[in-house]
């Protein structure tokens, strides 16, 4: 008989925050590796905000999930069989094919990733997607110029964590963060290198906003979108620039919320907001890499991530991410080695 896998189904569409009985779990045969295939058994995998926007059924930049079939995602694995030319048995790849144990992924797709420089699980993380989305937002959606104040939201996250310290690397003479509660802003500045942070969940985020940088803001970094814009916008200096990355306190809202009613701000104060998708800007992935590398090894890309354990839970990870559950990036564990 051969081998089988369990896979998390998406089975109907969230109308606002997705609930458990949108999911399923499953257990299904995993089959044979075809010609130029490859087959994973998957040790992590990744839950990002994304997501969410492929569980609504309506046209973006990547397509909706299918009721019913497997839902995909990030995740990195060991490969136990391989009809891949270039791709050997017991390498680690790095693929979509993430919400199941064990899955068949085309050569092509696949990415071997160097575990000598740091733990697969890296790559869905600091060294991966989530930290080219900070680099290329900073580096070329924003750039930040030296002696900039930069102001970055949902930054106890996994993006969020690493464009603090991509935002010192590239000469911010001040990193400001906003976060949800105490603990996470405590850390921002304790542990990851900013030097003020807001609670937003406090209100007033405008006022806090303003007391954290009174010379005001050269950079914004917006993984949030709301009320965080709009305290950004009012918070601007003059030519200042505004890295539209994500808007994750809309996702689970059924209606599309209002923009921000001071965006006309941005006319008298010349700025520039520009939205971004990361895949757009893979060119910047070497140099990050290499960027990278460096800060890992000279300690200075501190980074966090917050592990649950099994595919059984990977939706209780889901959920909990979009809830603020997570501190640095949220990922799926699915194997008791690494
Ligand atoms: N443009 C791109 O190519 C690209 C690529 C990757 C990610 N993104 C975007 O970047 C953002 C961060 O992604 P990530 O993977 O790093 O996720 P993440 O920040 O690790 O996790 C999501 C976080 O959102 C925060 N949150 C939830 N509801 C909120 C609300 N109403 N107001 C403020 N914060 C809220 C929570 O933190 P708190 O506890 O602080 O509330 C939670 O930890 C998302 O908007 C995502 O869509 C964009």
Redesign the pocket.
């Known amino acids: 008989m051969s081998e089988t896998t369990r896979e998390v189904r998406l089975v109907a569409r969230p109308v606002g925050e997705p609930v458990p009985s949108d999911f399923e779990l499953v257990e299904v045969p995993v089959g044979e590796p075809g010609s130029g295939e490859i087959l994973v058994r998957n040790t992590w995998m990744s839950v ?3 997501m969410r926007g492929r569980m609504n059924d309506v046209k973006s930049y990547v397509p909706p999930y299918r009721l019913g079939e497997p839902m995909e995602g990030g995740a990195v694995g060991e490969v136990v069989a391989s009809n891949a030319a270039n791709i050997p048995v017991g390498a680690t790849v790095l693929h979509s094919r993430g919400w199941r144990e064990v899955a068949i992924v085309p050569e092509t797709s696949a990415q071997v990733v160097d575990t000598g420089l740091a733990p697969a699980r890296t790559y869905l993380g600091a060294l991966g ?2 930290g080219l ?1 900070a680099y290329a937002g900073l580096v070329r959606i924003a750039p930040v110029e030296e002696g900039d104040v930069v102001f970055i939201s ?1 930054a ?5 964590i690493i464009a603090g310290r991509v935002a010192r690397h590239l000469g911010a003479a001040k990193v400001v963060g906003s ?3 105490p603990v ?1 802003t405590r850390r921002l500045v304790e542990e990851f290198g900013y030097d003020a942070a807001i609670d ?1 969940r406090l209100g007033d985020i405008e006022g806090q906003l303003a007391t954290a940088a009174p010379e005001g803001v050269d950079v914004y970094f917006d ?2 979108g709301g009320d965080h814009l709009r305290a950004a916008l009012a918070a601007m200096n003059p030519d200042g620039r505004i890295a539209l ?5 809309a996702y689970n809202e059924a209606e599309p919320p209002p923009g921000p009613d001071n965006l006309f701000l941005a006319v008298g104060k010349r700025l520039t907001l520009r939205g ?3 895949g757009y800007h893979r060119d910047l992935a070497p140099e990050y890499a290499r960027l990278a590398a460096g800060w890992l090894a000279d300690g200075s890309l501190r980074y966090s991530e917050t592990v649950v354990d099994g595919i059984g839970n990977a939706v209780d990870a889901f959920l909990g ?4 559950a ?1 501190t640095g ?2 990922l799926v564990r699915l194997t008791d080695r690494e």
Not at 245 to 249: D, K
Request: aromatic content about 8%.
């Open positions: 990002d905000p994304y997607m989530v989305t949902g106890a996250g996994a993006v969020g976060a949800g509660g996470k937003y993984n949030v990355c994500g808007a994750v306190s971004f998708i990361v991410m979009l809830r603020g997570n990036k949220m």
